[in-house]
């Protein structure tokens, strides 16, 4: 399958155990948030959004949380699972603004260790 | 699945032919978008489309032009493909219903431009 990002950073997780993977913003102005989980070879799949006016949401075994004062997010992965090993990003845009382009990270492989 | 398709998945051609790339989508969403993946970078908006005929820049539209005279299909060309323009190319739509804010990704064409 195609390379998604040959140098990206690396996460190694212990099947079973959780992930953290974090992600820096960097538009203030932005208001709405997305995960994406990539597997090789295949489009980026929605995970879980949240909204500026929110600081946690929670979905199923994942759960993302939102800093606005140092423009941080981060997901949280709960008993993190061979199937999960995949490039994540997040990615942002200023609804309010009435473009809807979204902004992308560069995203982190996440590797699960069985 | 949002219902989105891109033809073709593969293809090779050689610097200085026409190309063009075409998403479909069956989810009646207002936006749609044209982005390259390559190594090393996150997702970079080529063009993208909110409406029937109305379509803007992203940040690498160099070389690159669209066209939306349906909902359901934008297309993407390369007027004269060069080998910088070898990458995967993901269209996504977004704007419609309850998740009007939620980007959803095709599958993707990988093109190699030799």
């Known amino acids: 399958g195609e390379s998604v990002g040959l140098h990206l950073p690396t996460l190694s997780v212990q099947e079973g155990d959780n992930s953290i993977i974090n992600c820096a913003y960097s538009n203030s102005a932005s208001d709405y948030f997305i995960w994406y989980k990539q597997e090789s070879g295949k489009g980026p799949q929605f995970i879980i959004d949240?909204?500026?006016?929110?600081d946690k949401r929670q979905g199923q075994r994942v759960t993302v949380l939102l800093n606005k004062t140092v423009k941080h997010l981060s997901l949280q992965i709960a008993a993190t699972q061979p199937g999960d090993s995949a490039v994540y990003f997040c990615a942002e845009t200023p609804t309010t603004s009435g473009t809807y382009k979204y902004i992308f990270g560069t995203g982190t492989r996440l590797k699960v260790l069985a | 699945d949002a219902g989105i398709t891109q033809s073709p998945r593969h293809k090779v051609t050689e610097t200085g032919t026409p190309v063009t790339l075409r998403c479909h989508q069956t989810?009646?969403?207002?936006?749609m978008y044209w982005y390259r993946q390559d190594p090393g970078h996150g997702l970079r908006l080529i063009h993208y489309?909110?409406?029937?005929?109305?379509?803007d820049k992203g940040e690498v539209s160099d070389g690159y032009s669209v066209s939306r005279s349906k909902t359901e299909d934008f297309l993407l060309t390369l007027e004269s493909a060069t080998s910088s323009q070898t990458s995967v190319y993901f269209c996504a739509i977004s704007g419609s219903g309850r998740s009007y804010n939620e980007q959803f990704f095709g599958p993707g064409t990988r093109l190699t431009v030799l």
């Open positions: 989810e009646n969403h207002r936006y």
């Open positions: 489309s909110y409406g029937v005929k109305d379509t």
């Open positions: 949240i909204r500026s006016n929110m």
